[in-house]
């Protein structure tokens, strides 16, 4: 599993990984660092992409870089969002979109990191920005756990046996 944050020039400062309990705490970096920071997200993915992820493993992303394109606030951006668009375009694409995806009240009740406004605001933004990718699953995660296991399991399978994009899972 790999987080959405970079790994080897953070690594090498020092820098741990964490999970921030207030993603919408701190105010936004300013435009040149958050542009030198998705330039370097990009260099990274694609190194991990040429180098490191090909070794014939699943590699699940709990978030990934379109994720900084929903929740900008989360990552501190203060660069302009074209750019940040453009970038995404670039980066590596995931063979896989999977969202799991709950109602708002599921949501909020299992975190309260954001507002229950914002919940609901990013939640029908994950829901149209994925729902626009060529080979996606959303999943409904107020099933029980075993029911969204199976049901990505069997998206990743149906990919690995196509070998071939498949349109909407």
């Known amino acids: 599993m790999r987080y959405l944050k970079p790994r080897i020039v953070m690594t090498r400062c020092g820098e741990q990984v964490t999970i921030n309990p207030n993603p919408h705490g701190k105010p936004p970096r300013s435009a040149?660092?958050?542009i030198?920071?998705?330039i370097v997200w990009l260099m990274?993915?694609?190194?991990?992409?040429?180098?490191?992820?090909?070794?014939?493993?699943?590699?699940?992303?709990?978030?990934?870089?379109?994720?900084?394109?929903?929740d900008p606030i989360r990552y501190r951006y203060g660069g302009p969002m074209?750019?940040?668009?453009?970038?995404?375009?670039?980066v590596p694409q995931p063979?896989?979109?999977?969202?799991?995806d709950a109602p708002v009240e599921v949501l909020q009740a299992r975190k309260q990191e954001v507002s229950w406004e914002e919940s609901s605001r990013q939640r029908h933004a994950y829901k149209e920005f994925v729902s626009k990718q060529r080979v996606h699953i959303i999943a409904d995660s107020?099933?029980?756990?075993?029911?969204?296991?199976?049901?990505?399991?069997?998206?990743?399978?149906?990919i690995d046996k196509s070998k071939t994009p498949l349109e909407n899972l």
Do not use: P
């Open 32 to 34: 040149l660092t958050s």
């Open 36 to 38: 030198a920071k998705i």
């Open 44 to 70: 990274e993915e694609w190194y991990a992409h040429l180098f490191q992820d090909r070794r014939g493993v699943l590699l699940i992303c709990d978030r990934y870089y379109h994720d900084l394109l929903i």
């Open 82 to 90: 074209w750019l940040a668009r453009m970038v995404g375009k670039l």
């Open 95 to 100: 063979s896989l979109w999977a969202l799991l």
């Open 142 to 158: 107020a099933q029980s756990m075993d029911r969204v296991v199976l049901e990505v399991e069997h998206a990743i399978a149906a």
